[in-house]
């Protein structure tokens, strides 16, 4: 069963250009949830995909976008890039329904660096 | 604006004793909290969790500890191990929301 995988897991980009970054949830699993984490920092919650909806956004410019299929799978994407941007983006998913948060499993993550 | 506070960036304990790791919060209208553990090149796995109706849970040498009146919870590890060494994210959920704080870096010396 495999659990949740990002890709690309690393890759580099030029300031002002676009990015696209893609999630798979854990089988089973209906939302996906992007963060960004810089360095030393905890993860900054992004925004949340469930039925193909962002259902919840938290404190990021409308450069940073997303979509969810109806496989759940996920994209996250980020136009004109700015070198602050760079950080490594973490891909959660887990149950709507679920209250307690036992069932948010992380992905690896995807880092990218803005130069 | 901070809302999940860990004050401590890192944390030396030795082997075999308790580790307490230590989180703040400022909204009220958070219903669980919840500790993840991550370590380098990998995701945050979860750890444990508690309800805001709760004051205490416990799984194995995890318990979190849960004071609404003061805002506070703490993790507490006993007995600590190697293995534990990792970076500790406290986290707060509210509608759907998860929100981490900047984590506390644990390292037990053998």
């Known amino acids: 069963d495999a659990g949740v995988t990002q890709s690309p897991t690393h890759l580099i980009k030029t300031r002002g250009q676009q990015v696209t970054l893609r999630c798979s949830p854990k089988s089973g699993h209906d939302t996906v949830s992007w963060y960004q984490q810089a360095l030393g920092q905890g993860p900054q919650f992004i925004f949340q995909?469930?039925?193909?909806?962002?259902?919840q956004r938290g404190n990021f410019p409308d450069r940073f976008s997303g979509h969810q299929f109806p496989n759940y799978s996920s994209e996250l994407n980020v136009n004109a890039l700015l070198l602050g941007d760079s950080a490594l983006y973490l891909c959660a998913s887990s149950l709507f329904l679920d209250r307690a948060g036992n069932t948010i499993y992380f992905g690896e993550g995807s880092w990218l660096t803005v130069v | 604006d901070q809302q999940v506070k860990q004050n401590s960036p890192s944390l030396s304990v030795q082997e075999g004793r308790i580790s307490i790791l230590n989180c703040d919060y400022t909204?009220?209208?958070?219903?669980?909290f919840l500790w993840y553990k991550k370590y380098p090149a990998e995701g945050p796995t979860f750890l444990i969790s508690?309800?805001?109706?709760?004051d205490k849970n416990e799984d194995g040498r995890f318990t979190v500890f849960l004071n609404k009146s003061a805002k506070h919870l703490s993790l507490h590890i006993v007995p600590s191990q190697p293995g534990d060494s990792a970076v500790y994210f406290c986290?707060?959920?509210?509608?759907?929301?998860?929100?981490f704080g900047p984590g506390t870096s644990l390292s037990v010396i053998p």
């Open positions: 995909y469930y039925e193909e909806e962002e259902r």
């Open positions: 508690i309800s805001s109706i709760k």
């Open positions: 909204n009220s209208m958070f219903d669980y």
């Open positions: 986290a707060a959920r509210a509608y759907d929301k998860v929100i």
